[in-house]
């Protein structure tokens, strides 16, 4: 999706990558193991530096997780492997709280910033359960589901839009990258 936008990107696996970019997409997938191999690679550290640093990071759906405040499990994922998130985000957010697997669905959402609707997929996607006070809430589902957040240099979506053709929230997450 970036390369619609003529982005140069490139996966990180070190700390010593980290020197050369502008931004960070931390992308979905399962948060449990993205965080194990965050911790693996001893990348925790680097990524808070960077973000206290002002770069850029954007959380899709399970990066939403990683970056948020706190993690609110429910019952049935008592067994999951618990970890403290990155904190980068004043939200709590509840894992797969729009379901599971099955339950996964697509919705036309309002974005702020945007003339027409964004078509967002949500698969296993969690929910916002608390926003804090400098948080912008950028779009919802029904105006009681925040499903795109912003705070300060921090991005987060719910849904992962880099299943879709439209490269709108990309573009949006590359305009905070450019004003840095």
Known sequence: MLDTLEVNSKEIRSKNQFKNIDGLIIPGGESTSIMRLIEIFDLKSEI??????????WGTCAGMIIVAQNIIHNESQD???KYDPLNLIDIDVNRNAFGRQIDSFEHDIDVEGLNDPYHSIFIRAPQVSRVGKNVEILASINKTKPVILKQDNILVSSFHPELTNDN???NLFMQMVLRR
């Open 48 to 57: 808070i530096s960077c973000a206290k640093k002002g770069m850029p990071i």
């Open 79 to 81: 067994k999951v492997r």
């Open 168 to 170: 709108r929230i990309h």
